[in-house]
């Protein structure tokens, strides 16, 4: 099992936006092969700053999703409204 973590930095006034477009993705995610969890938070008096927290069985499955053209088609809504790139991390249990 891993856990995906992204950042990303919504650009000013874009959040309510932004927090549909990021429902829809999630939304999508959630029916993936091997997506077993998600949570999305906001930075306490920084708005603009979120941090997604996914689950998947393994980085194959991250990586069928991370690849696959239903992400894109959300990303297409989500990127847009991004003040710079989302930073990826991917985390395992040792």
């Not at 998947?56 to 999703?65: E, V």
Request: aromatic share 6%; net charge neutral.
């Amino acid at each position: 099992m891993i856990k995906i973590v992204i950042e990303r930095r919504i650009m000013p006034g874009l959040e309510e936006e932004y927090e549909q477009a990021a429902r829809e993705a999630m939304r999508a995610s959630v029916s993936a092969r091997g997506f077993i969890a998600g949570e999305s938070l906001c930075e306490r008096h920084h708005p603009e700053r979120r941090l997604l927290i996914t689950q998947w069985r393994d980085l194959s499955a991250w990586k069928d999703w991370l690849h696959s053209s239903e992400r894109e088609r959300v990303m297409q809504r989500v990127k847009p409204l991004l003040a710079d790139e989302e930073h990826i991390r991917v985390y395992e249990h040792r």
